[in-house]
């Protein structure tokens, strides 16, 4: 008996054009799409994938109309070849066409037109384990399939967001707790290529949350990250930044702490499950955050504006980013009679995530080194329990991550796609096209 093998999903098996020529409907294996003519026309890169200035969307004063569309090629090299009537032909790769399609297509049978809210899966402590690498996969030369592989389980919507590093070679004491060449700084630089230049301490320096060092003793006193001494509740990094960092790490230099960590996507899930009233104002109620450094001379003060979950420009009902910081908040800053809603919603959100059901706890040692999400991991401490404890920490621009995720993606995929077509492509599509063409 011959095996059945699933055919790829950008696999075309009919196209037909609208009479009026307005709009190309694909059949692909998994699914039935219909395209505007124009946006085909607006989004064709066979001159590139810049623009003159008669070619671009906004300059055009016609609507296209498609005149002629066939299939061409067969497999990864699949072409949807159309012809528009102002001349103008393109030869669009079925795979990319494939992954635009949910974004910008009607799909056939979805009479959908109220969005729900999209809210990735996160994970419970329960059935989770923090996934490990060893710093021998990292340290001297890195693969590019490691590097890949490292994107994918801390950034990806679908991964935990969290990753220990294990194996980690003896610290030179003096310079962790000066925070000159660590080994936090130097792993995340060469994981990622780049690391955060903080405004005060530059870019070489780590920053230390210390129980015993006089200058650390002073940063607790005003900064609740680096009072050892208390109890702190679960946060994101830098939430009274403008655009916060995307990655942090934490290595133990010394001493042991009792740490939390909680998956932002599992608690809204919660959340939803249990309050969908209460949603929307966790996106669209502000707050204020703010800091004052007195740790640096003179004095840096730090605000901003912003949501619990903020989501990606143009997609309101998804999360790309969660920021919280009960510490640093100042007050909700909701229209009067948004008040009482928006309060409860911060309360519940809080109250989930502090749950035991939602709350990962991890006894850190020295030697351990953690890399997070801090656009989807809280994290917190509930108490020292040996001293003398010093931690060193780092973290990567969000722009570095993704540009380097980039990178790696259009690379594995340039053998199948020409460089034009790549360029224009969102992170996460480019993602899934790497998942359908290489597995």
Known sequence: MTPHYQQPPFVVKNIRTASSGEFLTVEFQD???TFHSQWLHDAQVEDG????????????????????ASIAGQGTKTTLDVTWNDGKTAQFPSVWLRVHAPLVAKREGDETTHQAW????GWLPDSFSIPEISYSEVFPKISD???LHIYETLVHESFPGLLKITDLPEPVPEAERKGENTIVHNLLKHMFGSIFV?????GDLTYNIASHFERDVKKGLAVPNYNTKNFLMPHADQAFYNVPTRLAGLYILEGES??????APAVLRTFKDESPELVEPLFTSPMTLGRA???YSPTQFQATVSTVATPPPGFPNEVYRFRWHPHYVGSLLTPFDQFNKTLIAHRKFQEIMIRDTHTLRVRLRPGDLYIMDNYKIFHGRENVVKEPRTAVGQSVPDQVVIDRWREL????LLPVLEERWLVHVPLMQLYEMDKIING
Do not use: W
């Not at 999209?118 to 899966?121: E, S, T």
């Not at 009792?258 to 998956?263: A, E, I, K, L, R």
């Open 145 to 147: 399939t490691t590097k």
């Open 409 to 412: 993606l259009a690379e594995k």
């Open 31 to 33: 699914g039935t799409f």
């Open 118 to 121: 999209k809210i990735p899966q």
């Open 293 to 295: 450094g007195h740790l």
């Open 258 to 263: 009792d740490n939390t960590f909680v998956s």
């Open 49 to 68: 994938p810049y623009k003159q200035v008669g070619d671009t969307y906004t300059y055009k004063h016609h609507m296209a109309e498609i005149t002629e």
């Open 198 to 202: 903080h405004p005060r301490r530059g």
